[in-house]
């Protein structure tokens, strides 16, 4: 067994939290049941590190689950939200930075005419189904097994992410009519959609999907997958959705469709877009976009949608993205981490797969190639909880699932990823021999 940290004020806390709040975390991906840990309770965040209440320091790869790009408390946010603060927190009235940060992503997606602000990426997938059903007046839609496109009722079937992590299909609570709609099929695959198409061609409202995945880990199935996708959507009068809830801002500026060079007709954001604030977004063409009221028929509406401090914390990230440098420096870090573990695996004859896109990589921990979500539900889920404990005694904080990505922030320093990439020979030499 390597070193192990204390965590006394967090057992108490969590002790605490599970008497007031269902299993002691407003998120179940949070709670650290799969690799038989209890949650760490966070102080504050600085840069590339948290902090939790017992003192202790981690080299951290959640970011948040991905919103936090820039690493935490970046001083370009801090400023822009403590004026807000200053002018008030919420008007529900119009404010012009939400024309702003509109205008700001359009520029970004050249597929992206007009943006409509929510709260959560959540939201912004349910609403994306509404209006692709709504534009089409069709109500099936195709999803992709393994994705996660929030905890909206449609597509709360086969996911990713916290369903995958605890072992559930679906559940309790959404409709067998409203599952129904939904048709799964595996991800990666052409052969079963086109079959969902021959028999359902003009039932289909819109295929959605995570263009590259991150809440089954990375999983990129390549340009030639997508543009299929985008062929056999438009060859059967059906929206193709990119969920870029995670990828957009993140792989590329301009998301998974700018590295791809695809225009898909309705994109969802989320995360990065809010620079650690509640947002989410649903956006795409005009003639699309104009469906929603209150221009159009679909309804869709918020009290704090566009709230002012959101969309300063998002304004002032996406500012920062402008840059393209940000990406250059993201994808050297990345691929100096991909060399150095690999590396390692390659060493150590270690059972594990690296897969990477920019600054998103999952360690899997299989024999075998990795593809769908069946391959990673054959992954050696005991072997990550042992490698995971390991790990976060070693001070570096990680996703608490198999079923996840992890994330590398602008602030992580070189010497962060020779850190990670010796913590991580240590922790597969110690398994190895075990
Ligand atoms: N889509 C994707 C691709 C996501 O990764 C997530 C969250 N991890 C969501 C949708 C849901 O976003 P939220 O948790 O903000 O509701």
Redesign the pocket.
Known sequence: MLKRLTMKKSKHAFKKAKKFIPGGVNSPARAFSAVDMEPIFIERGEGAYLYDIDGNKYLDYVNS?GPMILGYNPPEVKEKLSLQLEKGTSFGAPTEIETEIAELITDFYPAVDKVRMVN???EA?MSAIRLARGFTNRDKIIKLEGC???HGDSLLVDAG?GIATLGIKGSPGVTKNTALETIVVPYNDRLSIKKVFEKFSDQIAAVIL?PIT??MGVIDPGKDYLDFLREITRENGSLLIF?E??TGFRIARGGAQELYDIKPDLS?F?KIIGGGMPV?AYAGKKEIMDYVAPDGPVYQAGTLSGNPMAMQAGLATLKELKDKKVYAELESKGAKLEAGIKNNIEKLQFPAVFHRVGSMFTLFFSELEVKNYQDVKNCDLELFAAYFKEMINSGIYMPPSQFEANFISRAISEQDIETTIDKNYEVLKHLKSK
Do not use: I, L, Q
Request: zero cysteines; hydrophobic letters at 20%.
């Open positions: 689950w959560s990426g959540t997938t996660y496109h929030g992410s995570e991150g809440n969920d809830v995670m969802a989320g989410g």
